[in-house]
């Protein structure tokens, strides 16, 4: 039987997990009227603060409140000498399953992108504190872990994948592009498995996460309470000590025999391509020379996505090689400022009506086909946006960090 395209089978993740219509409404009704101290629950234990997302009916859907929490919590933790760490993990079967993109097109669907950017510019904020952060950030990626989830961690010190760990960034499949940061860290990845993994929003394991460097280590889902203890104890942010507690209770997993991992070879080959046109011919190319279902499933993933969607997330991913993490998410936010306000190309609320919303799971691209996007169409994204109340993302100044802090990766 033919292996289910990687793309089909992050959104059929994603498709199973939508926030009832009830709560598809603005983001700040959306959620409680507390500020989100429900939806981000803490334990404090010693020097340690446990931040755990607490949406299970959403998997952890990041909402606006639960990003603002977050923003509020991680500065008071790092003002505070007493914490030396941050854990922070998921209720339920997931980490999160992403932004609350439902609740971000209901805002622009009734006329207003700027609530949209707001949602972005708070998220993409904290990505770059937990960048640039002064102490460790443990994630406990147990489960379901994809777009601002992998937001949410990637960019912290550790990152601890399980068994259980689905990891995913889905977005050209929605129109929209891989965010968050994620131009940097999928750029860094080894040879060209982050162009592959970031254009067919490719499904990872947490033997996979681990091998190419999403996750630092693996932990059996059986041993993280054991963890978890022994890293409550913690009463320093020395990352190698840190380190060292964790592989006390890491494995090194075997990658499944079916792993695109093991298809390094023809990944750097097709994916190191100059445009989104020669890397699918590449791919046919190498279909001609043997049979492969995952190149066949890789192929048809690129073909069902949003075209215009891959032809702006390829360069996000080859600028993101050159850039440092702030300047990424800066260009990140001129993007999807961009996609909200539709002008070239509506994808993104086509792409979440067809697989969030009347969940059809057949969008209707708008332009179609790849030839029909010229080259200034994709410089329109990159460029800053023609309105006189817009600004850049401004990032918050940060200095005196510690080597590790911004060389994560």
Request: aromatic fraction near 8%; charge should be neutral; proline fraction near 5%.
């Given at each position: 039987m033919d292996?289910?395209?990687?793309v089909?089978?992050?959104?059929?993740l994603?498709?199973?997990v939508?926030?009832?219509?009830?709560?598809?409404?603005?983001?700040?009704q959306s959620?409680?009227?507390?500020?989100g101290?429900?939806q981000?629950?803490?334990e404090?234990?010693?020097?340690?603060?446990?931040m755990?997302?607490?949406?299970?009916k959403?998997?952890?859907?990041l909402?606006?409140?639960?990003?603002s929490?977050?923003?509020e919590l991680?500065?008071?933790?790092?003002?505070?000498?007493?914490?030396?760490?941050?854990?922070?993990?998921?209720?339920?079967r997931a980490?999160?399953a992403?932004?609350?993109?439902?609740a971000?097109?209901h805002?622009?669907?009734?006329?207003?992108?700027k609530?949209?950017?707001d949602?972005?510019?708070?998220?993409?904020?904290l990505?770059y504190?937990?960048?640039?952060y002064?102490?460790?950030?443990?994630s406990?990626?147990?489960?379901i872990?994809m777009?601002?989830?992998?937001?949410?961690?990637?960019?912290?010190?550790?990152?601890?994948?399980?068994?259980k760990s689905?990891?995913?960034?889905?977005?050209?499949?929605?129109?929209?592009?891989?965010?968050v940061?994620?131009s940097?860290?999928?750029?860094?990845?080894?040879?060209?498995f982050?162009?592959?993994?970031?254009?067919?929003?490719?499904?990872?394991d947490g033997?996979?996460?681990?091998?190419?460097?999403l996750?630092t280590?693996?932990?059996p889902?059986e041993?993280?309470?054991?963890?978890?203890q022994?890293?409550?104890?913690v009463n320093?942010?020395?990352?190698?000590?840190?380190?060292?507690?964790?592989?006390?209770?890491?494995?090194?997993?075997?990658?499944?025999?079916?792993?695109?991992?093991?298809?390094?070879?023809?990944?750097d080959?097709c994916?190191?391509r100059r445009?989104?046109?020669?890397?699918i011919?590449s791919?046919?190319?190498?279909a001609?020379?043997?049979?492969?279902?995952?190149?066949s499933?890789?192929?048809?993933?690129?073909?069902?996505?949003?075209p215009?969607s891959?032809?702006?997330?390829?360069?996000?991913?080859?600028e993101g090689?050159?850039?440092?993490?702030?300047s990424?998410?800066?260009?990140?936010?001129?993007?999807?400022?961009?996609?909200?306000?539709?002008?070239?190309?509506?994808?993104?609320?086509?792409g979440?009506?067809?697989?969030?919303?009347?969940k059809?799971?057949?969008?209707?691209?708008?332009?179609s086909?790849l030839?029909l996007?010229?080259d200034?169409?994709?410089?329109r994204?990159?460029?800053k946006?023609?309105?006189e109340d817009?600004?850049?993302?401004?990032?918050?100044?940060?200095?005196?960090?510690?080597?590790?802090?911004?060389?994560?990766?």
């Amino acid at each position: 039987m033919d292996e289910i395209s990687p793309v089909a089978a992050a959104i059929n993740l994603l498709v199973s997990v939508q926030i009832p219509k009830k709560l598809k409404t603005t983001m700040a009704q959306s959620s409680s009227n507390n500020g989100g101290t429900d939806q981000v629950l803490v334990e404090v234990r010693a020097s340690v603060r446990t931040m755990i997302l607490n949406r299970p009916k959403q998997l952890n859907a990041l909402s606006f409140p639960m990003i603002s929490r977050l923003l509020e919590l991680f500065h008071a933790s790092e003002g505070d000498s007493n914490v030396k760490m941050i854990i922070l993990k998921g209720n339920g079967r997931a980490f999160s399953a992403g932004g609350d993109v439902t609740a971000v097109v209901h805002n622009v669907r009734q006329g207003n992108w700027k609530l949209g950017a707001d949602y972005f510019r708070e998220e993409f904020t904290l990505n770059y504190l937990m960048a640039t952060y002064s102490k460790p950030q443990v994630s406990i990626l147990n489960g379901i872990v994809m777009g601002g989830g992998l937001g949410a961690s990637v960019h912290g010190r550790f990152r601890v994948a399980t068994e259980k760990s689905v990891c995913a960034m889905p977005e050209t499949a929605l129109g929209l592009f891989p965010d968050v940061g994620a131009s940097y860290f999928y750029s860094r990845l080894p040879g060209f498995f982050g162009e592959y993994a970031g254009l067919t929003g490719a499904r990872l394991d947490g033997a996979e996460m681990l091998a190419c460097g999403l996750a630092t280590h693996f932990v059996p889902s059986e041993r993280l309470p054991f963890l978890e203890q022994a890293l409550a104890k913690v009463n320093t942010s020395d990352p190698d000590v840190i380190s060292t507690i964790i592989s006390r209770f890491s494995d090194i997993p075997k990658l499944k025999a079916e792993s695109p991992y093991h298809k390094m070879k023809i990944i750097d080959r097709c994916f190191s391509r100059r445009t989104i046109e020669e890397i699918i011919s590449s791919l046919e190319n190498e279909a001609l020379n043997k049979k492969d279902d995952w190149i066949s499933s890789t192929i048809q993933s690129l073909k069902k996505a949003s075209p215009t969607s891959l032809k702006i997330s390829l360069r996000s991913i080859r600028e993101g090689r050159l850039q440092g993490v702030g300047s990424c998410l800066v260009r990140e936010y001129r993007m999807v400022c961009h996609v909200l306000r539709g002008e070239f190309s509506k994808d993104f609320f086509e792409g979440c009506r067809a697989l969030l919303i009347d969940k059809d799971k057949n969008p209707k691209w708008e332009p179609s086909r790849l030839e029909l996007i010229r080259d200034d169409d994709v410089d329109r994204y990159f460029s800053k946006i023609d309105d006189e109340d817009w600004e850049d993302l401004k990032l918050p100044p940060r200095s005196n960090l510690p080597p590790y802090a911004i060389a994560k990766l």
